[in-house]
């Protein structure tokens, strides 16, 4: 399947300071991009978005859900009909504030039923580390958003950040609780980027030169079982005694995200602020440039081969996006 997933950054502001936030340090400064830039990409995204089977556009941040452009009197919502009237299959990313109160949740749907929005996607984040995940019991983001929605379908997501101690991760209670109300839930291991560097002791990673996977922690089983979605092997012990190289490469994801951050796309999220992997600018994104891109650029081409050199690489490994070597330029220490 041709599939590729944008990212859409549209401010850099955010209203948490999460720990693990990936983001944290990319932006030489911040930015709030405006209504007429934001229609731009939409319209060349959706273009773009024709090359592909299977394309989704994510709106994210910062947090989208406080972007504002005061001059056109615009709001987030006027994003996600753009979006709409463009027949763009999107969904909204967010930390999910907005929705912790009853009033303020109620006036989002509201305003999106009112722009004619009958279905959405959304991508909540919920873990710890953003400080919304209190209590196995009950969450008051996700009562709120399944109680105040009249859309006629809500796909929504819980995405949370898992680490290698259970004590850190949403309760397998709490995971079915809300499973059995129609939430599904993406487990991402925490990564060593942003402020998530100063939480390294708990960070998931492999040794890549052997087969150990108890340095994963508690994430062992989060990992095998995505291995075992996606085919990657068929048993426990398959899983146990495949090199953690190997792991990665048939894991990596690499080039499946392209994002937009201020005025700028980027070949891939981890790649993002990184110049070399710029590749065009709002209002110039084309997709044959965009071939001619990637073709001519040597770390992506290996990247995307898995052709990685053994010397590229360092020997302890974060899990995350799969064999990229960008690891060589952090400077944390696992």
């Known amino acids: ?67 504002l452009d005061k001059t056109e009197k615009k709001d987030i919502t006027d994003i996600l009909l753009e979006c709409e009237n463009n027949n763009l299959n999107y969904a909204l990313v967010t930390n999910g504030k907005v929705f912790s109160n009853k009033e303020q949740c109620k006036d989002f749907f509201d305003k999106i039923k009112y722009k004619g929005i009958h279905h959405l996607k959304l991508f909540i984040t919920i873990d710890k580390y953003h400080g919304n995940y209190t209590s196995d019991d009950s969450n008051i983001i996700l009562d709120n958003v399944l109680e105040l929605n009249e859309l006629e379908s809500l796909e929504c997501y819980v995405q949370s950040t898992v680490t290698k101690r259970n004590q850190d991760n949403l309760s397998l209670d709490f995971i079915e609780k809300y499973t059995k109300k129609g939430i599904k839930f993406m487990l991402n291991p925490l990564l060593p980027w942003g402020r998530g560097k100063n939480l390294i002791d708990v960070v998931p990673y492999v ?79 084309d997709y044959k440039k965009y071939l001619v891109f990637k073709s001519n650029n040597k770390t992506i081409k290996k990247m995307a081969n898995n052709k990685i050199a053994n010397e590229d690489l360092i020997d302890k490994c974060p899990i995350g996006y799969g064999i990229c070597g960008l690891c060589m330029e952090n400077d944390y220490e696992l």
């Open 1 to 67: 399947m041709n599939k590729q997933i944008l990212i859409i950054e549209i401010t850099s502001y955010c209203n948490s300071r999460c720990e693990d936030c990936l983001r944290a340090g990319l932006n030489d400064s911040d930015y709030m991009l405006s209504f007429k830039d934001i229609k731009t990409a939409i319209k060349e995204i959706k273009k773009f978005s024709n090359n592909y089977t299977d394309f989704e556009l994510k709106i994210s941040g910062g947090e989208p859900t406080i972007w």
């Open 207 to 285: 040794n890549l030169n052997n087969n150990d996977k108890s340095t994963l922690g508690d994430y062992e089983n989060y990992y095998y079982v995505l291995g075992k979605v996606n085919n990657i092997w068929d048993t426990y012990d398959e899983f146990l005694n495949m090199n953690n190289l190997e792991t990665l490469k048939r894991l990596n994801c690499c080039g499946k995200t392209i994002t937009l951050m201020g005025n700028k796309y980027y070949y891939s999220m981890p790649c993002s602020g990184k110049e070399e992997f710029c590749f065009a600018t709002i209002g110039n994104l």
